[in-house]
T-cell receptor, first 111, second 118 residues
């Protein structure tokens, strides 16, 4: 079952913050976050492996809730380069490596 | 970071012909490679998983005789779309994961191949 992401789309002004959610109906082993720009391949942002884990990468961070069925991606002080579609990739089984990607969130940053 | 290449980046072919797409991991050995298809404004849909030296595992609804996958080495996987039809037009993306110094199972994506079948 495909994870559901919210919101589907969001438009922000440069410098504003955004939160993107990824919800699964099943418990997850790990969550992977990617950003894809139009016509390009997805670019890996980060992976979360443990319930309750939080990670940060410059002004982009993410959390993975204790019940391991939801993850959120936080973008602070957004930059124009943050524009793109964000996907969460979810892994249901340890060692399987197969990811099921969420519905996607299109983020547009305007000056 | 890990580099995955794909070739060709864009291909236009006539209906009924076959098209081969190559996916290479350039700086690491990919024990597993994945093939995805992505329609405009939609998510990535996994087609198949391939491991070096063994048969690919296809997702439900994906015709294995139409989408032939060969994972010939730890750095190369190929996807052949046989007897392509206009409905096969899509963006095909490969990803690779494998043993690296970091030890993660992160998938690194190739730049994708835009297939247009006339």
């Amino acid at each position: 079952q495909q994870p559901v992401q919210s919101p589907q789309a969001v438009i922000l002004r440069e410098g504003e913050d955004a939160v993107i959610n990824c919800s699964s109906s099943k418990a997850l082993y790990s969550v992977h976050w990617y950003r894809q720009k139009h016509g390009e391949a997805p670019v890996f942002l980060m992976i979360l492996l443990k319930g309750g884990e939080q990670k940060g990468h410059e002004k982009i961070s993410a959390s993975f809730n204790e019940k391991k069925q939801q993850s959120s991606l936080y973008l602070t002080a957004s930059q124009l380069s943050y524009s793109g579609t964000y996907f969460c990739g979810t892994d249901l089984n340890f060692g399987n490596e197969k990811l099921t990607f969420g519905t996607g969130t299109r983020l547009t940053i305007i000056p | 970071g890990a580099v995955v290449s794909q070739h060709p980046s864009r291909v236009i072919c006539k209906s009924g012909t076959s098209v081969k797409i190559e996916c290479r991991s350039l700086d690491f050995q990919a024990t597993t490679m994945f093939w995805y298809r992505q329609f405009p404004k939609q998510s990535l849909m996994l087609m198949a998983t391939s491991n070096e030296g063994s048969k690919a595992t296809y997702e439900q609804g994906v015709e294995k005789d139409k989408f032939l996958i060969n994972h010939a080495s730890l750095t190369l996987s190929t996807l052949t779309v046989t007897s392509a039809h206009p409905e096969d037009s899509s963006f095909y993306i490969c990803s690779a994961s494998g043993s690296r110094t970091s030890g993660t199972d992160t998938q690194y994506f190739g730049p994708g191949t835009r297939l247009t079948v006339l």
